[in-house]
C-alpha cells in the first residue's frame, strides 16, 4: 500500500462525543468512519484489520470440523414466528421492514431460526450427525444505546456457529471443543492473558451459558474473577450457590469490568422443538435434534483489541491482527527509491509512507498512531551500511538488519 495513492487521511482530532480511547484512534489514523451513532463504516485499513481477525477464527473453526457458509440478512416472519421471537417484546432490538409485495421483514440480530430451518432439508438420519455450521455475517439490532465506537454499534460483524448433535453427550464433548477453540483464538489475537471464561446464566438447557470476557474498562459487563483457575463468573449469576457450584472462594475473586467478545450457549431441544427439527436414529425412532450456538464479534473484538493494546501515541496491533506489518518511510533519494522498492517486493505485508507533503516527523507520528508492529526506516545514512532501521512499535527497540536480512522477512 502506498500512502501516496490512498484516499484516506490521519487526522489530529476525533469527534467529540467519542469517549473510548479505540474509537478515537480508530477514526483518527482512518480504520473506520463514523455515519451516525452506532454506525461504522470500515476503510481500506480497517476492512483489513477485520478480515484478519476473522481470518484466525476462521482457521480455528475450520480446525475443529466447522462448515462455512453465509446466510442472507433478510428474515421473513414465519421463521421466527415458531419461536417466538418475532415479538418485539420477546425480541426487543428487531430492525423491521415491509416488503412492497405484501408481508413482513426483518433484519437478522441473530440466526438461530434460519439455520434451525434450513437444516430441516439436510438432517434426516443420524447418519447426517453430527453438525457444525458456521458463517460470518452482519447482524443488525436495534440497540437502545450505541456505545464505545466499534464495540457496541447497531450493525455489526458477527461469527456464529451452530451445532447439531444426536445426543446431549455428543454435545457437551463439542461445547469444550469450542471452549478450547475460543480461548486460543483469543490469545493468537493478542488478548488472551486478559480474556477469561466467565460463567453467565443459561437458559432449560443449562445452568450457565460461557462468555468469554476481556478485561477492559470499556467493557459493560461487572465479573468476578479468579486469576488462578483463569475462569470468572458473571455478576448476573454472583451468588453464594453458584460459587459453591463452581467451587470458588469468594475471597479470592476480583471485581473487574469487562467486555464480552463470545459467547457459547446450549440451546438443547428450545429451536429443534420450535421448528421441528428431527433425525431417525439408529432404530428408525425420530428423535429431536440437541443444539448449541457459539458467537464471536469479530469488530467488536477489533475495539476491544485497539482499546487494550494502545498508548498515549495510537494503536499498537500485534502482528496477526495488524493490517500490515511494515511501514517504511524512506529518507533522502536513494532512501525513498529503496524503499519503494521494498515495498514492491511485499505490498501485502508494508504501507509505502511515499507522500511528498509530509515530514519525516509527520510520517513517524503516523506510523505510531496506526499502529503498524514495525516501522522501517531506509536513509543515505542506514545504506551506506548496506542496512535498514526497524522500530518495534509494541517494545520501542531499534535495531538494524541488513537489506538481505529484512527482505528475507518480507513474505
Ligand atoms: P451483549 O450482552 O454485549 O449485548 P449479547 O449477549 O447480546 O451481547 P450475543 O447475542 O451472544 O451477544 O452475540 C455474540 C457476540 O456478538 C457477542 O459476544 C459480542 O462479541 C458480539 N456483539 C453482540 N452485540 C453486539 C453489538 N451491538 N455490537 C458489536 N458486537 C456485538
Ligand atoms: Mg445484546
Known amino acids: 500500500m502506498k500512502l501516496s495513492q490512498s484516499f484516506t487521511k490521519t487526522t ?41 481477525i476473522m481470518n484466525v477464527i476462521r482457521e ?111 454435545h457437551d464433548k463439542f461445547y469444550e471443543t469450542v471452549a478450547a477453540a475460543y480461548l486460543k483464538i483469543f490469545d493468537r489475537l493478542g488478548i488472551g492473558d486478559c480474556t477469561f471464561r466467565t460463567f453467565a446464566s443459561g437458559g432449560s438447557f443449562s445452568q ?8 477492559c474498562d470499556a467493557g459493560e459487563d461487572i465479573i468476578y474473577l479468579d486469576r488462578e483457575k483463569k475462569i470468572a463468573v ?42 421441528d427439527l428431527c433425525f431417525n436414529d ?35 496491533w500485534p502482528v496477526e491482527v495488524a493490517p500490515y506489518k511494515y511501514y517504511i518511510v524512506g529518507i533522502g533519494e536513494a532512501g525513498e527509491a529503496k524503499a519503494a522498492e521494498l515495498h514492491d517486493l511485499a505490498p501485502e505485508d508494508v504501507i509505502l509512507d511515499d507522500r511528498k507533503n509530509a515530514r519525516t516527523g509527520e510520517k513517524f507520528a503516523d506510523a505510531e498512531l496506526m499502529g503498524i508492529p514495525y516501522r522501517v526506516v531506509v536513509s543515505d545514512k542506514t545504506l551506506a551500511e548496506n542496512k535498514v532501521e526497524l522500530k518495534n512499535r509494541s517494545t520501542n527497540e531499534t535495531k538494524l538488519l541488513t537489506l538481505e536480512e529484512f527482505v528475507s522477512k518480507l513474505s
Open 234 to 275: 458473571n455478576e448476573e449469576v454472583y451468588n453464594d450457590e453458584t460459587l459453591k457450584t463452581l467451587g470458588l472462594d469468594k475471597a479470592k475473586l476480583e471485581q473487574v469490568k469487562a467486555a464480552e467478545v463470545g459467547n457459547i450457549f446450549t440451546l438443547g431441544y428450545k429451536y429443534s422443538d420450535a421448528l
Open 12 to 52: 489530529k482530532t476525533a469527534p467529540a462525543d467519542e469517549v473510548s480511547n479505540s474509537a478515537k484512534y480508530l477514526l483518527r489514523a482512518g480504520y473506520i468512519y463514523k455515519e451516525m451513532a452506532g454506525v461504522y463504516d470500515y476503510l481500506p485499513l480497517g476492512m483489513r484489520t477485520l478480515d484478519k
Open 60 to 170: 480455528e473453526m475450520n480446525a475443529i470440523g466447522g462448515e462455512e457458509l453465509r446466510m442472507t440478512s433478510l428474515q421473513p416472519k414465519e421463521a421466527w414466528d415458531a419461536s417466538g421471537r418475532w415479538d418485539d417484546k420477546v425480541m426487543d432490538v428487531w430492525f423491521k421492514t415491509k416488503l412492497n409485495a405484501g408481508g413482513e421483514l426483518g433484519l437478522a440480530p441473530t440466526h438461530e431460526e434460519p439455520f434451525t430451518r434450513l437444516m430441516k432439508t439436510y438432517i434426516s438420519s443420524y447418519k447426517d450427525l453430527p453438525l457444525y455450521v458456521y458463517q460470518f455475517q452482519t447482524k443488525f439490532r436495534n440497540e437502545l444505546r450505541a456505545k464505545s465506537g466499534i464495540m457496541r454499534t447497531r450493525e455489526f460483524m458477527m461469527k456464529d456457529l451452530y451445532s447439531f448433535s444426536k445426543t446431549r453427550e455428543e
Open 282 to 316: 439408529e432404530e428408525g425412532k425420530r428423535q429431536k435434534v440437541f443444539m448449541g450456538s457459539y458467537g464471536i464479534g469479530p469488530s467488536r473484538v477489533m475495539g476491544v483489541i485497539a482499546e487494550k493494546l494502545s498508548d498515549d501515541k495510537g494503536l499498537v
Open 208 to 215: 450457565f451459558s460461557d462468555e468469554f470476557q476481556t478485561i
